[in-house]
C-alpha cells in the first residue's frame, strides 16, 4: 500500500471512531463504562495493558493503558490524556448531537472537538505505535467528569503516583487548534451555606439571619480580593494578572417580614499560584470559625455555615523549559507558548512533576456550545502531529 493509502485509511479510521465516541452518551456524572470498554478493546487488540480507576460506585472510570517498548531504559514515555465526558446538551441543536453529522468540512456532534476528536486521532493511531519499533511506552489517559471541575483524574493519578509512573511527558489533547498551551489559573468553585433561626421581621433579636450573615461573608471576601490584587506575582502570565474572586451567586430568605434561616453563596477563585488559594481559604474560614459563627450561635446554638467544596482544578504552571512544550515544538515547528482561561487536567499531571503541555485539534470556540463541531482538517493536523511523535520516537 503506498503512502497516500495508509494515511487515508489513517484519516477514515479516526473518523469513524469519532462517530463511534459521539454515540456514547457521556455527559458528566453519568456511566461511562461503555466507551471506556471500547477505548480498551482498540488498545486491548494490539497488546497494550491496561487497569481502571472506578470511582466509589464503579459508574464510572478512568483508564490507563500502555503500549510497552521492548527496549529497555529508551527514551522517556509519553502519556496521551483526555476526558471521556462532554457537557449536557439543550433541544436546540440541528442535528442529533449524539450521532455524528458530516457537513460542510465539518463533523458535528456533543464533544467532537472537547475532546472526542482528540481521543478519537490517538485510538487510530495505535495500530501504528504497536506495529513499529519505538524505543519509548505510549500511555493513554482517559479520564471522566473532567468537566465537573476535574473529578476523575485526581482517582487515576494517585494510582499512577503508586505505580511510579512519572518519568513521562503529557500531553492534553483540549482544543487548541494544535497550538502550545503551557499555563492557566486555576479554578477553585465553591458554595457556602448558612443555617440561622426564623422569626418574626419585626423581632430580628430573636432569631438569626443568614442572609445578614452572607453578605457579612461577601464583605469578608471582597476584602480578600482586594489583598489577592497586592499578592500578585512579579512576572505573572495571565490576564489579569492576579488571582481573582468572584460572587456568582446568593439566594436566601422567602418573604420581607421573615427573618432568613437559610441562605448560600456560589463563590469561586481563579488562583494564579496554589498558595493564594490556601490563603484565601484559610483566612476565610478563620473568619468564619473565630466571627461570624460564634455571634450565630450566641443567639442560637444549632447556627451552622459550611462550605461545599464544587471543586478544585489547580492551576498549569508555565515552566522555563518544559519538554513537553519543546517536544511538540520540534515536531510542529510552532515555538510559540500561549495560556487560556479554561482549566484542564494539565496541572493535576505537573503536579507529580510530569512535564506537561495542553494541544489538541478543535477550538475551545466551539466547545461547550449548541452545534458543536470539530473541521476534519483539524483531525487531519493531529494525526500528522501523530507522525511526528512516532518519528521521535524511534530508535537511533
Ligand atoms: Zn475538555
Known amino acids: 500500500m503506498s503512502t497516500e493509502n495508509n494515511s487515508d485509511k489513517l ?44 470511582d466509589n460506585d464503579k459508574k464510572r472510570v478512568n483508564l490507563f493503558s500502555t503500549l ?15 476526558h471521556t465526558d462532554v457537557v449536557p446538551v439543550t433541544k436546540s441543536w440541528s442535528t442529533d448531537p449524539f450521532k455524528a453529522t458530516i457537513k460542510g468540512g465539518k463533523l458535528f456532534g456533543r464533544g467532537s472537538c472537547d475532546m472526542k476528536g482528540f481521543l478519537a486521532c490517538v485510538l487510530a493511531y495505535v495500530p501504528i505505535f504497536s506495529s513499529e519499533n519505538l524505543d519509548r511506552d505510549i500511555h493513554f489517559s482517559f479520564t471522566f467528569d473532567e468537566e465537573t471541575a476535574c473529578q476523575g483524574a485526581p482517582l ?3 494510582e499512577l503516583k503508586k505505580r511510579n509512573i512519572k518519568d513521562s511527558l503529557c500531553i492534553v489533547g483540549e482544543p487548541t487548534n494544535m497550538k502550545i498551551i503551557d499555563a492557566h489559573k486555576g479554578c477553585y468553585e465553591y458554595t457556602t451555606h448558612f443555617h440561622g433561626l426564623a422569626g418574626h421581621g419585626s423581632q430580628p433579636d430573636k432569631g438569626v439571619n443568614a442572609v445578614e ?67 484565601v481559604n484559610n483566612e476565610i474560614d478563620e473568619y468564619v470559625k473565630k466571627e461570624l459563627l460564634p455571634e450565630m450561635q450566641m443567639v442560637y446554638p444549632k447556627s451552622k455555615i459550611e462550605k461545599e467544596v464544587i471543586g478544585e482544578i489547580i492551576g498549569f504552571n508555565r515552566e522555563k523549559n518544559s519538554e513537553a512544550c519543546e517536544l511538540v515544538s520540534s515536531i510542529t515547528g510552532d515555538n510559540s507558548r500561549e495560556v487560556v482561561s479554561f482549566g484542564t487536567e494539565a ?50
Not at 21 to 31: M, N, P, Q, R, V
Not at 74 to 80: E, H, M, Q, V
Open 347 to 396: 496541572g493535576l499531571f505537573q503536579e507529580i512533576g510530569i512535564s506537561t503541555v495542553v494541544c489538541g485539534p478543535g477550538s475551545i470556540e466551539q466547545a461547550h456550545k449548541v452545534d458543536e463541531f470539530i473541521k476534519l482538517e483539524e483531525l487531519k493536523k493531529c494525526l500528522k502531529f501523530l507522525d511526528g511523535i512516532k518519528e521521535k520516537s524511534k530508535f537511533n
Open 213 to 279: 450573615y452572607a453578605s457579612k461573608f461577601i464583605q469578608k471576601l471582597m476584602q480578600l480580593r482586594e489583598v489577592l490584587k497586592k499578592r500578585k506575582p512579579k512576572d505573572s502570565v495571565f490576564n489579569p494578572p492576579y488571582t481573582t474572586l468572584q460572587i456568582g451567586g446568593i439566594s436566601g430568605g422567602i418573604a420581607r417580614n421573615v427573618i432568613a434561616d437559610k441562605c448560600k453563596v456560589d463563590w469561586e477563585l481563579r488562583p494564579v499560584v496554589k498558595e493564594d488559594g490556601i490563603f
Open 156 to 158: 487515576l493519578i494517585n
Open 11 to 54: 484519516y477514515n479510521d479516526s473518523v469513524k471512531i469519532l462517530s463511534d465516541l459521539i454515540g456514547f452518551k457521556t455527559i458528566s456524572g453519568e456511566d461511562n463504562n461503555s466507551i471506556i470498554d471500547y477505548c480498551e478493546k482498540i488498545l486491548g487488540n494490539v497488546g497494550a495493558s491496561s487497569f481502571k480507576v472506578f
Open 68 to 82: 510497552k517498548s521492548k527496549k529497555k531504559n529508551g527514551k522517556k514515555s509519553i502519556i496521551f490524556s483526555g
